[in-house]
């Protein structure tokens, strides 16, 4: 008989992170997560049924630990989702301490990438099991002032494309869950003019109450689960801007191998 769909979702007390906990345990999923501090959100997922272990990803003794742990509790698990970060240094590159900012590195991509090795060995082997990641801004332009977590965001958008192309049983996706009521926020408020123009941009968020509304999130979030690889794998969505859901959109995946993913823009136009 068929297991339940076995979910992992790692920063499970993230806002977006408890989103999908929640959505999916509703669902009847069984759901294991991880959070780093201890709080009444762990309280909620423990109490809801959910799995949930502690995990810090700027530790790599914590990311073994945690990895041999939910191998034990998640065998084959069909959806794995990495919905840790930090916006932390915010400031001008030069001016930001290394330590800190390489630990932000380490958070927003090597660590996730870390625990993404530690579990795929506890995949589930057929119909295509789902690892997940989270985008930020920068792809189009240069977020100034974030240069670690924007850097560490492009990295994770060019791994799921490396990924996808080495592993073709399972799929590696990456959404862009846009400008979402969560705490990460908070860090953007608390560093005040040093944030430059995303400080301005996210007390006029605040004032308006203009949102992507986190149902939105989830949403994408379950189209990709069930969305085959040949149309999600290797690719970087959005969850404002994308027709996701739309068979159109299917169909112009299926025939665009380079659509939603990093790529040099003016080429050719001044060939040598």
């Known amino acids: 008989m068929p297991h339940l769909p076995r979910r992992i979702v790692i920063s499970a007390t993230s806002d977006i992170g408890r989103a999908l906990a929640v959505n999916w345990l509703a669902a009847g999923c069984e759901v294991h997560g991880t959070y780093r501090t201890p709080g009444a959100t762990v309280d909620e997922l423990t109490n809801a049924g959910a799995g949930v272990l502690r995990c810090d990803l700027a530790d790599a003794a914590s990311i073994r630990g945690a990895g041999e742990e939910l191998r034990q509790r998640a065998p084959d698990w069909d959806v794995l989702v990495l919905a840790a970060g930090t916006i932390e240094p ?9 330590d800190q900012w390489s630990t932000s590195v380490q958070v927003n991509f090597t660590g996730q990438m870390h625990l993404l090795r530690e579990l795929l060995p506890a995949r589930r082997r057929g119909g295509e099991p789902l690892a997940l990641f ?46 979402v009521n969560t705490k990460i926020h908070q860090a953007t408020l608390a560093a005040g003019p040093r944030a430059g123009d995303a400080y301005h941009r996210t007390l006029d968020k605040v004032a308006t109450d203009d949102w992507v509304p986190m149902d939105r999130v989830v ?6 689960v069930q969305a085959p690889g040949e149309v999600v794998s290797g690719r970087n969505f959005s969850t404002a801007f994308d027709a996701w859901g739309d068979e159109r959109l299917d169909k112009l995946l299926r025939n665009d191998p380079d659509m939603y993913k990093l790529r040099r823009a003016g080429n050719g136009r001044l060939a040598a």
Request: net charge negative; with cysteine.
């Open 219 to 224: 949403e994408c979030c379950n189209w990709l």
């Open 134 to 179: 989270f985008a930020g801004g920068g792809t189009n332009n240069a977020t100034v002032n974030y240069s670690a977590y924007t850097l560490a965001k492009v990295a994770l958008i060019k791994a799921v494309e490396l990924l996808a192309a080495e592993m073709g049983d399972c799929r590696f996706s990456i959404v862009g869950p846009g400008w």
């Open 90 to 98: 915010i400031g001008p590159f030069a001016e930001c301490d290394f």
